[in-house]
Structure formats: structure tokens, C-alpha cells
């Protein structure tokens, strides 16, 4: 099926990511859920060195997992 946009040709493509979540041809949550949990995971990863630091206090580190893990 050709979808037109103006004079320009749309692609079809089989997954793109709208909002945040990944939309896949066959309506799938699989790679959304997958792709969610890439990112959580990336972002824990990332505040290690905050979680280990002894320069932080625990409020703030609990301040900090409830901002930006929750």
C-alpha cells in the first residue's frame, strides 16, 4: 500500500518508537517492554558511583532513587 504525504512517499517500516514506546507492525509488547526495561536498567547502571558515594547522604540518595527510578 502506498501512503502519500504530499508528493513524498511514506516508508513502511517495521517498528518505530512514538512517546517512548516502541510500535511494532504486528502490535507486539514484547519489544516495548524489552526496550523499557533497557533503559531502567541503563539508568541504574548509570547512578552507581551515587549509590556507593559516601559524600551523599541517604535522604538524599533516597530522594534521588524516588525521582528518578520510580
Known amino acids: 500500500m502506498k501512503i502519500m504525504l504530499g508528493n513524498c512517499q511514506l516508508k513502511h517500516c517495521q517498528e518505530f518508537v512514538y512517546l517512548g514506546g516502541t510500535i511494532t507492525q504486528d502490535a507486539s509488547r514484547d519489544k516495548d517492554f524489552d526496550r523499557r526495561i533497557g533503559l531502567a536498567?541503563?539508568?541504574?547502571r548509570s547512578l552507581h558511583q551515587i549509590w556507593k558515594s559516601e559524600d551523599i547522604s541517604k535522604p538524599t540518595k533516597v530522594q534521588l532513587y524516588e525521582t528518578l527510578v520510580q
Open 41 to 44: 536498567a541503563g539508568i541504574v
